[in-house]
């Protein structure tokens, strides 16, 4: 019983820090955890092809997930970081400002998130009275992310704020959740994003969600995340009864090892918040489970005709329900 007090007054205390997090996070207007472009001069903050650099490009799209961002807020340390989509083997990337000799001088990177460098990694974000953003790095409030021809710099900025300054930053966040049934609440993993497989050197590429709550989440009722079209729907060995559905911005998510086959065919148009199907323990699988992963561009090996699974575009889905708090199982 007295366990049980502990375990419930944690969970309290986790619900009341993730409620001020995000609340002191909207006072900007920016959700906590939610996914953003940053645009300045009228081109997008891009992460370069490289994986090392961050810069300003017209050229893509901005649904490409390089132009994505999440922005989540540290309350402990009262700044936000800028998480880019990408990762390597499910490592989080961040961006950081380029420093010598401990100094924040100019440019940006894109590094792995540890080790976690405060002076480099943390950000203020300062809504300007035009509705647009000054980005500052923590450490320094004397410099602010610059928009600048050859990309993302950081500039010397005085009490004007010019226009290389000004971000404009737009949500992108616009998934449901994946269970539909009113108070299905699912959000306990087995296996995070990035988590290191038992076999082979191949790390997990998407949310294994077991259980809610009060129990296993057998049956629960599976609605597509956004609107889209159905790319595939069938059964294979491994991923049992599956279903791919490619978003309408681009991005291409599955769900695995469903109870049945889903109702809905290949080709046809999926809504947003429509029944997809169940969740169950097909294919190779140990107890039941969503197995539910998101990747960018390229989703399928030799284009979306083949069915082979290309696992070196897939990004971490959390970030798109920045309203859900995932926990792992104990
Ligand atoms: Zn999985």
Redesign the pocket.
Known sequence: MKKLTAILIACMLVLLAASFDVAAAETSGIVSGGVYTLTCGGKNLTVSADKNGAGVSANAPDSSWAQRFVLRYDSSENAYRIYTMLSENGRRRVLDIIKKNKKVVAGCSVDIYNPIDPAAQLFNIIKLTNGKFKISPKSNPNVALTFSASGASVETCGRSVSSAFQWEIKSVTDWQYMFITPGQIATTIS?LFGAPRVEGSSR?K???IVAERRGKIKGYTLSSVADGAVLYEGYSKTAGNYIAIKLNDGFTVRY?HMMNRSPKKIKSAVKKGEYIGNVGTSGNSTGYHL?FDCNTIGAYRGGENSRTVNYSTCVDPAPFFPGIKFTARR
Do not use: F, W
Request: glycine share 14%; aromatic share 0%.
């Open positions: 296996d997990h998407g949310l294994d695995l197995h």
